[in-house]
């Protein structure tokens, strides 16, 4: 990384503080010397009164120059991580150096870095330092119970003179966190968490901690973490905005590509190949089910569906598909009630394809989801509906998404008039 010009005045400045430490350091060890040899008394006004006073002097100012270094530092490590606000570094390698410049720093026995959406989670683990078998947690859910210390850290202050961070001394005397909060953390030392902040709302947080206790007492190192997590939670949230850009470029580039490979194909069978794969591709998707309501298509549709040998039937859906896990007739049979509803509404729904939904119109207000289902219709009659899932622990899909796979399922409806 290039020297700013900052960077380089401070260096410059630090260089003459060291020389200035040096001189002084000197010259209060010579002044020690001749203040302990053995000396009569003397006047007020004498001069070896004069050389104590001198001491006296070099010595607070070295106080000072070793005050205004230790300064100068915490001002050159939060430029250096404020440097990184234009980087153009993807969030993973852009985390990565973040926390290696804390850890070298504070020379930590532990640090965690978590993400999410919101104080109410989930979190999962984007980097951790100082963790026996990291690999076990890194990318996994951190647990969020609402009585836990991170649910607490995260929350946001009602009083904003009220500190924005969570502090625990000495987890040993405290038995704070819980030990399933944090399974990997020791059960002694201290701890701070700092909430990373969009706004007033939190988006992850930080965890450090050191085995000696008391070791955040420190005001001024509280201070510099504070202003660390502000910089950290600004660069994080300018790198996600970065790749949310660039995905949707390539997602665009992507629905031409798979636009154009629907546009022409030689058969039915062809063209649902095309779809499922080319959505799959498309959404970063590993579950695509295409289905449609067998009273709400035409006869030729039916029969076209009905001699796929693929195509699968469960009351009164018949649909295609490629799944991660489960067998179409499972899937079917696990959102048939979420699948009817929004045809019949020819509404999207996003939602957790693994907790149990009571109501069908409960997802209706989710604005995010790892499954999202979209009706297709030709012209304002519905004739079914299109499923996708992503991968466990990523962060799902969002109204972006969903006019992506809306534009997706248009083309299909269009290359299917085009087939008779």
């Not at 969030?91 to 104080?119: C, H, K, Y």
């Not at 963790?131 to 009083?159: F, N, S």
């Not at 699968?312 to 699948?339: K, M, V």
């Not at 729904?349 to 995010?368: G, H, R, W």
Request: one cysteine or more; glycine letters at 6%; proline letters at 6%.
């Amino acid at each position: 990384m290039a020297t700013s010009g900052l960077a380089s005045l401070a260096g410059l400045i630090s260089e003459r503080l060291a020389q200035l430490e040096s001189s002084l350091n000197a010259a209060a060890s010579s002044g020690h010397t001749q203040s302990t040899e053995k000396v009569p008394p003397v006047e007020s006004g004498s001069k070896p009164l004069q050389e104590r006073a001198d001491v006296v002097d070099n010595v607070a100012a070295l106080t000072l120059v070793r005050d205004l270094q230790r300064q100068l530092d915490r001002v050159l490590f939060l430029q250096n991580c404020a440097s990184l606000f234009a980087s153009p570094l993807a969030l993973p390698a852009l985390i990565t150096q973040l926390m290696d410049e804390v850890w070298q720093r504070n020379q930590l026995t532990f640090a965690a870095l978590v993400l999410g959406e919101s104080e109410l989670g989930p979190y999962f683990y984007q980097d951790l330092r100082g963790v026996v078998d990291a690999r076990r947690y890194l990318k996994k859910q951190c647990p969020l119970p609402l009585w836990g210390e991170l649910a607490h850290a995260l929350v946001r202050r009602l009083d904003p003179e009220e500190p924005d961070y969570l502090l625990i001394d000495d987890i040993a005397a405290t038995g704070r966190p819980a030990p399933d909060e944090f399974a990997w953390m020791p059960r002694s030392g201290s701890l701070i968490i700092l909430p990373l902040r969009k706004q007033s709302i939190a988006i992850g947080a930080l965890i450090l901690g050191r085995m000696r206790a008391d070791h955040f007492a420190d005001l001024e190192l509280r201070l510099e973490l504070i202003e660390f997590s502000v910089i950290t939670a600004r660069a994080i949230i300018g790198a996600q905005i970065q790749g949310d850009l660039y995905a949707r470029a390539e997602q665009l580039a992507g629905l031409q590509l798979f636009s154009r490979s629907i546009a022409s194909p030689a058969s039915f069978s062809e063209l649902l190949t095309n779809i499922i794969e080319g959505i799959a591709e498309l959404m970063g998707a590993t579950s695509v089910l295409l289905a449609f309501n067998r009273q709400l298509v035409t006869p030729q549709l039916l029969q076209l569906l009905l001699e796929t040998p693929a195509a699968r039937d469960y009351q009164n859906l018949i649909g295609i598909g490629i799944l991660a896990t489960d067998e179409p007739s499972a899937l079917f049979a696990r959102l048939h009630r979420l699948w009817m509803w929004a045809v019949d509404a020819g509404q999207p729904l996003f939602f957790d394809p693994a907790q149990q939904v009571d109501s069908p119109e409960d997802p209706y207000y989710n604005e995010t989801g790892r499954a999202l289902m979209a009706p297709i219709t030709l012209g304002d009659s519905p004739l079914g509906a299109l499923y996708i899932e992503s991968p466990p622990n990523t962060p799902g899909y969002d109204e972006e998404d969903m006019v992506v796979l809306r534009t997706a399922a248009n083309a299909f409806v269009i290359a299917l008039q085009q087939l008779g």
